[in-house]
């Protein structure tokens, strides 16, 4: 009969067994661990939304659409989202009874970002002139997008479009037609319009220069989008910038900044 000390392996013997068994935990720990430090690179953000009067607003819906990330807001009107890539995304907010609003906003960690509603005006006028709807600011591409006339794209549909050149959000578009130039192969865009092809380009309702008025290439540069193919349909305040000789053109109008 073996005694104890003789069935025992010899020391370095057992002592390779035991590294090995180490080395076997330690390979088992790295995946969990790896996942940790992917988890920790998420941020913990919240969307508070009020009204103009600084009371929260409950059940607002806020959506990141890059993310495909959706939330209500609670009573204290904070939408929360978790394990969030810090960086710049765009935001869409809008609760029945109030103006939605899209921006893009910059994310931080543990940081919470403040939205402000504005509600909806109700009148009892049936009867609206398109003249009333200013050319000149942002609230004028707002107007105008409530009625049937001319194509309007908005920041969430800009972001979800996925592209990079401001011309390629017209490719497909039914009225509208993407070319490239043959020197620089930079795409650009020009109507359908039977009448004549031609596309007067104004950047934020005035025309677009290359010093003081810039046009825009890259779609991540502006925040909406109006165009008119026919020239018949370009608001009168813009007139005054599509007529050429002998033809008057359609417009494009890129907005760069809310106000």
Known sequence: ???????????????????????????????????????????????????????????VEVAFPSLKRTALTDASGAARFSGVDSGTYALR?????FAPTAQRIQLRANAATTITLEPLLITLDTVRSVERCPWRGYSGFECRQRQDKGLF??????????????????????????????RTGIPYVTSKYKGGRCITVLVNGLPANTTTNRLPRYAREIVAVEAYANPQDVPKGYEQFTWTTPTRCGMVNYWTSRR
């Open 1 to 59: 009969m073996r005694s104890a000390t003789a069935a025992a392996l010899p020391w370095p013997l057992a002592w390779s067994n035991a590294a090995q068994r180490c080395s076997i935990l330690l390979l088992a720990l790295v995946p969990l661990c790896l996942g940790m430090v992917v988890r920790a690179q998420g941020v913990d953000i919240a969307i508070v939304v009020r009204d103009p009067m600084g009371r929260a607003l409950e059940q």
């Open 93 to 97: 907010v809008r609760k029945v009874g």
């Open 153 to 182: 794209l908005d920041l969430a549909t800009i972001d979800s479009a996925n592209v990079g050149d401001v011309a390629l959000l017209f490719y497909g578009r039914a009225d509208f037609r993407v070319g490239r130039a043959l």
